[in-house]
C-alpha cells in the first residue's frame, strides 16, 4: 500500500519499540516502504562500523531504497555523543 501526496505530508511519526528479536526491523522496512519515508535506527551498536554480527544491522539490500539513518557513523574505537550527530544526514 503506499500513500497519497496529501496522506505523506501529514504522516505520524511512528516509533517502534520493543524486546530484542520480535521482528521491529522487518516492521519498520515496511512502515517506511509504504511511508515513503526515511528509517532513523536508535540501536547502540548499529552506529559502529564493522560491528555487524550480533546487531541485526540491516543488509545493503534491506537498505535499498529506504534510507537508513544513524547505521555505520563511527568506528569503534571513536567517541561518538547525541550532540556530535545532530547535524548528520
Not at 46 to 73: S, W
Request: aromatic share 2%; net charge positive; glycine share 8%.
Amino acid at each position: 500500500m503506499r500513500l497519497s501526496e496529501s496522506q505523506r505530508a501529514s504522516r505520524p511519526l511512528v516509533v517502534l519499540v520493543g524486546p530484542t528479536a520480535v521482528g521491529k526491523s522487518e516492521i519498520g522496512l515496511r512502515l517506511a516502504h509504504a511511508l515513503g519515508t526515511d528509517l532513523l535506527t536508535a540501536d547502540s551498536r548499529q552506529v559502529y562500523r564493522g560491528m555487524d554480527i550480533a546487531t541485526d544491522k540491516p543488509t545493503l539490500e534491506q537498505r535499498q531504497g529506504v534510507p537508513h539513518r544513524l547505521i555505520d557513523l563511527v568506528n569503534p574505537d571513536e567517541s561518538l555523543t547525541p550532540g556530535s550527530i545532530a547535524g548528520w544526514r
